[in-house]
Nanobody, 129 residues
Framework: VQLQASGGGLVQAGGSLTLSCVAS???????????MGWFRQAPGKEREFVAT????????HYADSVKGRFTISRDNAKSTVYLAMNNLKPEDTAVYYC????????????????????WGQGTQVTVSS
């Protein structure tokens, strides 16, 4: 499975961006069976959890820092997960990564990077003040 993230860019504080992550080479067509997550990593900092969405779109979870501003969603028919980001702040500046949970139909430790075994290449989001 390969994950390709896109949609990053430079935006002013208060602006919006929507990130996309497309899964490919999914020969077993299992995208819909796995929870998907977004993480971010700022320079000099550890990778941190942003949001996750369950396999059946039934549950979403967000980091406190983005709750109310970011929305995660998925389109299983397109093997794509999205992260809509509104009211962006300079502290949101980071490389954003999408990832697939390592276990089907599970959200175990959804906020831990170790729970995900497939990662996209990252897309840069820069928010200017």
């Amino acid at each position: 499975v390969q994950l390709q993230a896109s949609g990053g860019g430079l935006v002013q504080a208060g602006g919006s961006l929507t990130l996309s992550c497309v899964a490919s080479n999914d020969s077993d067509r299992t995208f819909s069976s796995f929870a998907m997550g977004w993480f971010r990593q700022a320079p000099g900092k550890e990778r941190e959890f942003v949001a996750t969405i369950g396999w059946g779109e039934s549950s979403t979870h967000y980091a406190d820092s983005v709750k109310g501003r970011f929305t995660i969603s998925r389109d299983n028919a397109k093997s794509t997960v999205y992260l809509a980001m509104n009211n962006l702040k300079p502290e949101d500046t980071a490389v954003y990564y999408c990832a697939r949970h390592r276990n089907p139909s599970r959200l175990t430790d959804y906020n831990a990077p170790r729970s995900y075994n497939y990662w996209g290449q990252g897309t840069q989001v820069t928010v200017s003040s």
